[in-house]
Nanobody
Framework: QVQLVESGGGLVQPGGSLRLSCAAS????????MRWYRQGPGKEREFVAR???????NRADSVKGRFTISRDNAKNTVYLQMNSLKPEDTAVYYC???????WGKGTLVTVSS
């Protein structure tokens, strides 16, 4: 059974940083590209970042230069390092294994002073 468990969210001031983690199980993690999505209040879920099985990275224009995605295949975990956070980054953040229709419960990030 595929499981994705996001963690690391919280309340942070504008300009601050957070690192999100997503622990995966139930599939061969190293074989899959992993993605982060987010859904802000009253908004649709949107793509944030992707890392391929080989480590190639894509990011949404809105987070380029601020967010970095990485993975640790030994720990079956994907990370999202978020720097220079803005109020518009407030959202529930979800991870997903590409081509697997399974989602975790997400972790809430609130950027506010």
């Amino acid at each position: 059974q595929v499981q994705l468990v996001e963690s690391g969210g919280g309340l942070v001031q504008p300009g601050g940083s957070l690192r999100l983690s997503c622990a995966a199980s139930g599939f061969t993690f190293s074989n899959y590209a992993m993605r982060w999505y987010r859904q802000g209040p009253g908004k649709e879920r949107e793509f944030v970042a992707r890392i391929s099985s080989l480590g190639n990275i894509n990011r949404a224009d809105s987070v380029k230069g601020r967010f970095t995605i990485s993975r640790d295949n030994a720990k079956n975990t994907v990370y999202l390092q978020m720097n220079s956070l803005k109020p518009e980054d407030t959202a529930v953040y979800y991870c997903n294994a590409e081509a697997i229709n399974s989602w975790g419960k997400g972790t809430l990030v609130t950027v506010s002073s």
